[in-house]
């Protein structure tokens, strides 16, 4: 199948997009390597890059079916595979240029000692299983039913891939706290769709202020086991705003967003027509 087109061969603007999503941070790499961007110490500069941008697009990954749902947005579906393969690319050039850096044996030891390095490793190790099989071959070998259950490790891999993130930041966790946010917001919204059986855009409101409560608490508590630094000077920063918007905000703000727009769009749509009014006379 064409990357640029659906199965009927028509262009697909989701797809195209989708691809330029994933293709533009490493442009930006290229380009700030090339221009001597990445400071004194470039290779651990490239590692940090591809590293926050494998759980960027992880993230955006297990965004596209609440949006896709949420928003009545079904050619989002097309996203999935295609950020979900770019995330392990970046993973992979993580992983690489660490290899390249450190060297292979110190790095081998690194990743057996360190337990940040451990997890994020094992968590990488998951996502190229998911990547193997992510081709339409590999779901008719596997079938529906174990193709599911396997790329269901995803919901493993995110919060491996997010604890990684925190440990490795060590002092300043503020962009590792607003990944864990906005995957908390995420899986939460599996949850409530699992149990209510749909999620409706008030529902996913509450659940952005859940989430956005979840995330102070996190960020309260690292600092407060992690650093030894008083929680309740965190929570008061979450509410003072003199250090700008802590993670919570941008949890929140993101949450509401997405609900407004849906609500939006529901109020926009046609009402559906019953069955009753489409049989002929």
């Known amino acids: 199948m064409s990357l640029f087109h659906e199965r009927s061969g028509a262009f697909s603007r989701e797809k195209t997009f989708f691809l330029l999503v994933s293709l533009l941070p490493a442009l930006w790499l290229a380009e700030l390597a090339l221009r001597g961007g990445l400071g004194a110490r470039p290779w651990t500069e490239a590692i940090h890059f591809t590293g926050l ?13 609440p949006l896709r749902q949420l928003l009545a947005a079904p050619k989002l579906f097309y996203g999935r595979r295609i950020l979900g393969l770019a995330a392990l690319a970046y993973a992979l050039a993580h992983v690489g240029l660490f290899f390249i850096d450190q060297g292979v044996v110190r790095a081998a030891s690194e990743i057996a000692l360190r337990i940040y390095l451990t997890i994020g490793a094992v968590a990488v190790a998951l996502l190229v299983a998911l990547g193997a099989t992510s081709t339409d ?15 269901r490790a995803v919901y493993v891999i995110a919060p491996l891939a997010a604890l990684h993130f925190v440990i490795q930041s060590k002092l300043d ?3 590792a ?6 995957l908390v917001l995420l899986l939460l919204y599996r949850i409530a769709f699992r149990l209510a059986g749909g ?6 409101a509450a659940l952005s202020v859940g989430a956005a409560v979840l995330t102070a608490g996190s960020e309260m508590a690292w600092y407060g086991l992690a650093t030894r630094v008083d929680p309740w000077l965190v929570a008061e920063a979450n509410v003072s705003f003199d250090l700008g918007p802590r993670p919570m905000w941008w949890v929140l703000a993101g949450g509401l967003a997405v609900a407004l727009l849906a609500a939006i769009r529901q109020r926009r749509a046609p009402p559906r027509r019953s069955r009753a009014a489409v049989q002929p006379n």
């Open 199 to 204: 999620v409706t855009p008030a529902l996913f």
């Open 173 to 175: 966790v503020t962009e």
């Open 137 to 151: 071959g590999a779901i008719k070998r596997l079938g529906a039913r174990r193709w599911s259950a396997l790329h």
């Open 177 to 182: 706290v607003l990944v864990s946010g906005v």
């Open 53 to 65: 941008w494998a759980i960027r697009l992880l993230l955006l990954t297990l965004a596209i079916t």
